[in-house]
């Protein structure tokens, strides 16, 4: 799949993205989508939460190319200073 969406130039998570403080699970991120307040990803802890030793779940919504519909994905984020 990373060759597929390199080559289709949609290889990036940058945009817009809910946040919340802390670890939660995906349910909670579902029932609370909405109402989560939204950020520009990359950005750093410090700017969000006012400070660098936060922890944080960040949810989304990214369109999958049709022909991996219903296949085992993964998505290797790599960290990296801003």
Sequence with gaps: MN???AQQNKA???GDWRYIEGIRTPNE??????ILPTTKIP?????????????ATFSTYIKIPSCFVGQLMAIDIILMNI
Excluded at 29 to 34: D, G, S, T
Aim: glycine share 0%; net charge negative; charged share 25%.
């Design 12 to 14: 990036s998570l940058e």
């Design 29 to 34: 991120m579902k029932q609370a989508y909405i």
């Design 3 to 5: 060759t597929y969406l």
């Design 43 to 55: 950005i750093e802890f410090s700017q969000l939460f006012n400070r660098d030793d936060a922890s």
